[in-house]
């Protein structure tokens, strides 16, 4: 029983794409494809960017089946080569970006529900303005810094599978985050 | 309870913020703010940055992805085998460190290239120097020779002079 069964079920669906079997990664894809595309959402604040990182990171997968091992949890594998891509793409033309990245998409975004009727106008500038200020304050995190708080909070990571994905420490992993959210507090205390 | 602030643990209280510790510790923590402003004041703060967080909607994934996807992976299964060796070893290319690393190594072997050759030319020295006493014992040999030559010519000409004084 023992290693088998300590096996998490995306490791265990993983194993069946090495034995050939395409309709596990097809479980796996459907599984994972938001969250996956979220945090490089987050990460790279450009939607067509972030799907086409996406699709990279989920051929890696697939390119990688013969050779999976599952020596770690499926979901730190998966954000490690999220968060890989994802900081590749950031460092390798972030200044021809940043202004682009900040005007991306904001027509495609879904809009606040404040309740089941349509948002009034002031509703929608209100929740722009909103919108931007956490954009804008995320995107001036440095990119760890960045990576750890959005897998902590929106994919409430643990901070052991943060270090993992990170390739440092826990403690390192607590350090950034600290720093990640004294940052934002102070440039988004006036939404308190 | 001791001050998280004041304990060097706001860990606590950021776990307490994002709804991560146990009931038991909730609870303490709880108390703890009502009484202490400074931990009162983090704890509003950090909730609101929590909720200014929430309000950061992710856009709804493209209908054709998955098609974009498949296509793509039908066309890797088409790649010629060296492409496909190329994805084993790409994760090393990946690396940021590895121009870093490239050009230690360029640098290190560089250096060790460089000394082969002074260890090299070095062999030069010490046949300069033998090449050097070499030529001082033919000197000498010369000289010798030179000094002999000239005690046979004295003596040839001490040995002339009797026989024309005669």
Known sequence: ???????????????????????????????HRSPVIHFLYRMVQNHAISEELAQEVFLRVYKSRNTYEPTAKFTTWLFRIAT??????????????KQERLDDDLDGRPRLQVSDRKPSVEQSMVYKVKLDEVRS????????????VLMHKYHEMEYSQIAKVLNCSESAVK???????ESLRSSLAHMA | MICPIENDD??????????KVTDPESAQVKLHVV?????????????????????WEPTP???DFDRRLYARIAEADREPWYARMFDFVRPVFDQPALPLVAATV????????????VISTTPSQPAAIRVSVTEAEQVERTLDDIQMLHQFDSDAQEAEKPSKSM
Request: charged share 20%.
């Open chain 1, 175 to 181: 350090s950034l985050l600290f720093r990640a959210y």
């Open chain 2, 61 to 63: 994934v493209t209908s």
């Open chain 2, 35 to 55: 009484r202490c402003p400074e931990c009162a004041s983090f704890v509003q703060l950090q909730r609101a940055v929590w909720n200014a967080l929430d309000v």
């Open chain 2, 106 to 117: 360029i640098i290190v072997a560089g250096f060790f290239f460089d000394q082969k050759q």
């Open chain 1, 137 to 148: 304050a995320v995107a001036s995190l440095p990119e760890k810094q960045r990576a750890a």
């Open chain 1, 84 to 97: 890989h891509l994802a900081l590749n793409w950031l460092r390798d033309g972030k200044n021809e970006r």
């Open chain 1, 1 to 31: 029983m023992g290693a088998s069964t300590a096996l998490d079920l995306d490791a265990q669906l993983m194993l069946r794409v090495k034995d050939g079997d395409g309709a596990s990664f097809g479980l796996l894809l459907e599984k």
């Open chain 2, 10 to 19: 706001v860990e606590l209280l950021l776990a307490y913020c994002s709804g």
